[in-house]
């Protein structure tokens, strides 16, 4: 009786016949389900994102003169405004 070799991959498994499976890892097909602005923003992320809004806000008149607590309710509208019109 002769010996015969059968392939097998680099693993030692012998192939399977049949479709390929792919997760979609190699071309970059995974989760193209979800939308590209699902980022949910946490609590830290708003309120960096308000400071900053405020920041420029006292930044655009020099920072003389106004309320940084009217500048950061300012930006809070602003922002949440933002963040909203993102959702829909």
Request: hydrophobic share 35%; aromatic share 6%.
């Amino acid at each position: 009786m002769i010996w015969e070799e059968k392939p097998t991959n680099a693993a030692g498994v012998p192939p399977v016949k049949g479709k390929p499976v792919h997760d979609g890892l190699a071309t970059g097909q995974r989760n193209r389900e979800a939308p590209a602005n699902s980022h949910i923003i946490t609590p830290e992320e708003r309120w960096h994102m308000i400071a900053v809004a405020a920041y420029y806000r006292a930044e655009q008149r020099g920072f003389m003169g106004g309320n940084p607590a009217e500048d950061w309710v300012a930006a809070e509208e602003e922002i949440d405004t933002l963040l909203s019109d993102n959702k829909q």
